[in-house]
């Protein structure tokens, strides 16, 4: 890992800069978007998506729950019901 004067840090095989921001489209069951938080240490970057609903998440995926605490623990953002054929991706992909 270079000093933190480096504007890019290289963990493992995610390359991202400290000004850049990351937005999720879904992920199943939010295990990616909470690995990539993880290995980064650091969730402010990151806006994380599902396309279910956050009932129907928990239900579908035992480690859901978890994942959702991780992520906003990192502090990332974490929305359901995000659909990529609907208007309201757009107001996300400007927001985050
Ligand atoms: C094959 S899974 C892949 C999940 C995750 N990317 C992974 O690698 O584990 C496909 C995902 O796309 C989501 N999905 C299906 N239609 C979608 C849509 N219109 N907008 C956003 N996500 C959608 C599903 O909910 C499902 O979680």
Redo the contacts with the bound molecule.
């Keep these: 890992m270079c000093s933190t004067t480096c504007e890019f840090n290289v963990y493992g095989v995610i390359e991202y800069s400290r000004y850049e921001r990351i937005l999720t489209?879904?992920?199943?069951?939010l295990?990616?978007s909470c690995s990539m938080a993880k290995e980064i240490q650091n969730g402010l970057q990151i806006t994380a998506?599902?396309?279910?609903d956050h009932d129907t998440l928990l239900q579908k995926y035992e480690n859901a729950k978890n994942n959702i605490k991780t992520l906003k623990d990192l502090g990332a953002r974490v929305f359901h019901e995000?659909?990529?054929?609907c208007e309201g991706l757009r107001f996300l992909i400007h927001e985050t």
């Design positions: 489209i879904g992920d199943g069951d295990s990616f998506t599902t396309y279910d995000v659909d990529t054929t």
